[in-house]
């Protein structure tokens, strides 16, 4: 088990396309502290710049927890921090969740046991989510007498503002079940081992799909959601498609279609 000292976040990339980003401090229930937010700065900014070499992303928890969120002694630290001091600390894991949400790659939280507080904001920060029908979530926030604030926007996108009432004031638990209902879990699995199987169908999934589309996508996605569909969304969506369709990975997406092969990118 790690403890301080040891990797508070495991990075492996040994797998050809591939990078899990293990979160390693099982007996805190990989709690978040600064060391460990500044790590996964670190793993997701070194990410950003290996898009051609990894092409899935994958986020999981040792131990018997995905996240519990803030490290307790992290947060009885902070209540003394100054104002400036506190803006700052935050700061860092807002930056985290924003690099984590527009790595070019595929992200996919891979959740069992709790995922509580910021570990909800790691999971609503990816683009996917797989969870264990028995993992379980919660807003947690207030009822430390703080708010889920840098978690907000991701969260929000995932289970949308009228949940959000329910679950950021009243601070409960739900299920997976109830996590898949509002949307901020994709998958629901029986047990880690139909996990690690779905995480594998998706990974294969993701690479017979073209690298620069999926980064291009996206951003897309990004771009357009909460957004009126008028003239200049109209002209930015013709703008986009355009550019793509005169891309090199579109060339060859239609030419392996058409010669009846695969496209350079599949495996």
Known sequence: MADEGED??????????????????????????????????EICEDMEHDADRIRVVMIEGAGPSFSAGADLAWMRAAADYTAHDNREDAGGMA??????????????????????AGGCGLVSACDIAIATKTASFALSEVRLGIIPAVISPY??????????????????????????ALGLVHILVDDQPALAQESERLVQQVFSCAPGAIAAAKDLIRSVAGRPIDSHLIADTARRIAERRSSDEAK???????????PKWAT
């Open 8 to 41: 508070l976040v495991l990075l492996n990339t040994t797998r050809e396309g591939v990078a899990v980003i293990t979160l390693n401090r099982p007996r805190v229930h990989n709690a978040f502290n600064p060391d460990v937010i500044a790590r996964l700065n």
């Open 95 to 116: 930056e985290m969740l924003r690099r984590l949400s527009t790595l070019p790659q595929v992200t996919i939280a891979l959740v069992h046991g709790a995922a509580m």
């Open 155 to 180: 969260v929000i996108r995932a289970i949308g503002a009228r949940a959000a009432h329910r679950y950021f004031l009243t601070a409960e638990r739900f299920d997976g079940a109830t996590a898949h």
């Open 252 to 262: 060859e997406g239609l030419a392996a279609f058409l010669e009846k092969r695969k």
